[in-house]
């Protein structure tokens, strides 16, 4: 054994050997965790975290060294000379183990090492790779496992699982493993509220129905905070479409009683139902235009902001259903609020061309950018579909928005009625959720 040089002053720690590879320093009122690939290892994390504290406060340390087996003291100098041997005195609290002939695995690997601590830049090294903070909850939480066991559902591998009860459990197909690719994008963090805008100047280009059924997925999959909202300058169809409710409030009337809501101390979103179209199925809300045929009031851009700061304030996601009038003020601060544009149409020359123009305007207008992150959805007005239309729209559109997405023709939406959309085919389904994944990616 190295001779140990006297210190002016000495500092006693103790250190629980948990396992062959674990141990817990307690020193100074602090517990520092140790853990190690083998009992070497270990012993030469816990003289570097000793030879640490010995130095930096100029004294020795001893420390002894407790498991279920045996005893040991381990004193270490300022200078890195380092002593081992048998504890004298019984651990508190325990019962004495057995005779040091049967030393645990940990001690029994400790005792071959040489005596001779490490060099002094490898045991600061080891010093602060080993030392760590006192254990916390965050501590507990984050081992947690961060992703599930994912089980067949669907196709042929869901089938031989259920069948099986699971003692046959085949992965996911290549189709299910893509659709739970999506729904994990549409479910992303959002780290504020964000409002998607669907745009197309010309009627009869699947603006209302893309909103609503944007806003059901996203509703669906998020568990609601969602609001459709219809954003026309005079009298949209959106409030039309939705499922019945006990009132027919809109926007105008939620603009008359704004006050209450202004003050998040004072309100809450339950006091929105009274304005608000509850689609308890999709699990999203309806905001509707004015629908009093005689009325003369208006949401003008200065209302649709005072209106759109305090909905943010309830809803996560807010999806923006607009009208025809690129002109309009409301039009445009709706654009300008937007953190995702989606450009609707159906594969028709005269809507296509629409949206085509719309482009060319929001570029011209100082929105470039908005345009560039822009989601582009195609959506099939017939039964048969135009594919070499559908090509030629899809290069142009793909120039000029950041994707492309085909919707297939819906027979249950040609009626133009309220949506159900349990009515809704899986196509159709499946459509809407790779546009909304889409959208997601560029919130």
Sequence with gaps: MAALSPAAASAEVTVFVTTPTRANVHMEGSVIQLEATDPVALREQIVAVLLEHASKNAMTVTAALIDDASDLVLTVGPDGTVVEGPRAVSRPFEQAGPANSELSGFHRAAMRVNDTAPAPDEVLKLATEAARHRPTVDDLLATRPR?????????????????????????????????????????????????????????????TTSALLLAATFGRLRGGSTLAWDNNETRGTLGWRAQHVPHHRTAVDLLSEIERFEVPANASLAGLDDFVR????????????DEDAAATSTIDGVAFRRLHRM??????????????????????????????????????????????WLLDGLAEKGFSEKVEQAVTVLTSPASRRDQELEQRLEAHFSQLTA????????PALV?????????????????????????????
């Design 147 to 207: 992703e599930r066991v994912v089980r067949a559902q669907q196709g042929w591998q869901g089938a031989v699982r259920r069948l099986t009860r699971g003692v046959i459990s085949p992965t996911p197909g290549s189709a299910e493993l893509l659709r739970n690719s999506q729904i994990g994008r549409v479910r992303k963090r959002l780290d504020g509220a964000r409002t998607v805008v669907i745009l197309n100047p010309k009627g009869g280009a699947h603006k």
């Design 278 to 289: 509850a689609q308890i199925d999709a699990k999203f809300d309806i905001l509707a235009s």
């Design 311 to 356: 909905l943010a304030r309830y809803y996560r996601l807010i999806i923006i259903d607009t009208g025809n009038n690129m002109r309009a003020s409301n039009w445009i601060a709706a654009v300008d609020a937007a953190d995702q544009l989606v450009i609707v149409s159906t594969v028709r020359e005269d809507t296509a061309a629409s949206a085509a």
């Design 403 to 410: 994707a492309v997405t085909h919707v297939p023709y819906e």
């Design 415 to 443: 009626e133009g009625g309220t949506i159900d959309f349990g009515a809704l085919s899986e196509g159709t389904h499946a459509a809407w959720l790779r546009a909304a994944a889409l959208v997601a990616d560029q919130l």
